[in-house]
């Protein structure tokens, strides 16, 4: 059975921060790996990885992929309020584009 | 101005009441897909439909039915067999062959 695991569960920074999150996976004929934030309502799109060692950035998130160790990493630098959340990693199952999703971590940032 | 819609935003049902939560989308998106999200849980797929007049079970469908009559909606009825459905109902869609699901903001579901 497909399986998606984060961590860590929570964590709480401090503004400036730099905070890393991961997420492994056990999946058949693994294609790809996505990255979500969810706020209060909605998880928003970030990234979709499937090639081991490119990293993906958008201003102060990053993510790259491991294939050999089945994990991605999640990195914010520089953390604001604003991005505490909930982060949620997702794996497409083999047939179809259905989604198994991690646990999430949730990540405060303090003032 | 595209994307997904969900209603109701809250739901209050009395135990054994039906409830039929609505997800529409104008993205012309073919898939669509229904999860539950428990606190402190990732997402669990309830249904998805990748075409109009069909629709397959998620991992946890036991009392919970869907249909697909339009491409554009998608509605999920949460019946009186569902033993605990309280939770966060999150809806989403995506283009057919590819990964990437686009998300609904959510329907609170609360059985007093």
């Known amino acids: 059975e497909d399986k998606v695991v984060q961590s860590p569960l929570s964590l709480v920074v401090h503004e400036g921060d730099t905070v890393t999150l991961n997420c492994s996976y056990e999946v058949t004929n693994f294609r790809s790996l996505l990255w979500y934030k969810q706020e209060k309502k909605a998880p928003t799109f970030l990234f979709m990885l499937t090639s081991s060692g490119i990293e993906k950035k958008s201003g102060r998130l990053s993510s790259i992929l491991d294939k050999k160790e089945l994990s991605s990493i999640l990195n914010i630098t520089a953390t604001q309020t604003g991005d505490s959340a909930i982060y949620l990693c997702a794996v497409p199952k083999a047939a179809g584009n259905k989604l198994t999703f991690g646990g999430g971590t949730r990540v405060l940032v303090k003032p | 101005d595209g994307g997904i819609t969900q209603s109701p935003k809250y739901l209050f049902r009395k135990e054994g009441q039906n409830v039929t939560l609505s997800c529409e989308q104008n993205l012309n998106h073919d898939a669509m897909y229904w999860y539950r999200q428990d606190p402190g849980q990732g997402l669990r797929l309830i249904y998805y439909s990748q075409i109009v007049n069909d629709f397959q079970k998620g991992d946890i469908a036991e009392g919970y039915s869907v249909s697909r009559e339009k491409k554009e909606s998608f509605p999920l009825t949460v019946t009186s067999a569902q033993k605990n459905p309280t939770a966060f109902y999150l809806c989403?869609?995506?283009?057919?062959?590819?990964?990437?699901?686009?998300f609904g903001p959510g329907t609170r579901l609360t059985v007093l």
């Open positions: 989403a869609s995506s283009l057919a062959g590819l990964d990437t699901q686009y």
